[in-house]
């Protein structure tokens, strides 16, 4: 049969094949997006919904099934360590340099340093600094209004605390608001392959085990326990650690400051957070790399970033004015 009659019509095996074919890209653009988040999409209408984007939960789901392979690989204390310092560090580079840093620029470091940081905060599976800044900026902006994109108050807890970056619309940042970064063509290409770090971590955890477990087999682990607890579990845990701040801490806690919106501090979220959780701290100064206002607020980042500072390593660490400190307008539950 022909494609065309007489008139330039189209027969129905072409469209047929043209359908296919719009699939086949879309698929293909789906699967690219898991290795290069700077693919075009073929069909630019589908980034403006708040839609799930259900290729994209695949690695996120695969992901927390993983860590259903402690049931296979079982446990030695030599994993658990790895999961935990690896949990530690990794959050240290969300909350100190991913968070304080490139979103709030609270102190200063060198380009090197800044993107030693860069690499070991994209090893937590969170997309680029600049994709994280941008959205952090863009909710310190719109906090708990309409046009936040993670407000509790505004879609539930579900949404604020993973929803939203699985959807469509999010997939995206406004770069509008992240200038300064855009400036180091390191952070672009980091932002646009994150996924490469993360998958060499994994690798070098697996390769780190069969090494352990051929040399020294008397610790008991192996190339399948660092992967699954090195990587998977303790990714994870930093995923939901860090969720914590945009959905809980909008809801439970306590309020010091009148904010404008509804942070809340929350020593347990701090602990979990290295700090993080004195978020209406946070809300009520931006700019301060300390979110423990007081010696009795634990803020575990802000301990590390005083090392690094000793250390000569970043410099110019900026603390919240002391007026502004003990303005306390509001104190209720």
Known sequence: MLETDVSGVRSPDSAVRNRAGDAASRAWWALSRWFDSGSTSPDSGSEGTNGVDWARIVPFAGMHLACLGVIWVGVSTVAVAVAVWLYVLRMFAITGF?????????????????????LLGASAVQRGPIWWAAHHRHHHVHSDRPEDVHSPAQRGFLWSHMGWFLSRRHFAPDLGRVRDLLRYPELRWLDRFDILV???????????????????PELGTSGGQMLVWGFCISTVACYHGTYTINSLCH???????????????NLLLALITLGEGWHNNHHRYPASARQGFYWWEIDLTYYGLRLLAALG???????????????????TP
Do not use: E
């Open 98 to 118: 991913y968070h304080r840093y490139f979103s709030h620029r609270t102190f200063k470091a060198s380009r090197g340093v800044q993107f030693a940081f860069a």
């Open 198 to 216: 993360p998958f060499a971590l994994a690798v070098g955890l697996l390769v780190l085990g069969r090494v352990l477990d051929a040399r020294w």
């Open 251 to 265: 809801v439970w806690g306590r309020r010091r400051y009148q904010t404008g919106d509804d942070s809340r501090n």
């Open 313 to 331: 390593l970043i410099r110019d660490l900026k603390l919240v004015p002391a007026r502004i400190r003990a303005a306390h307008t509001a104190v």
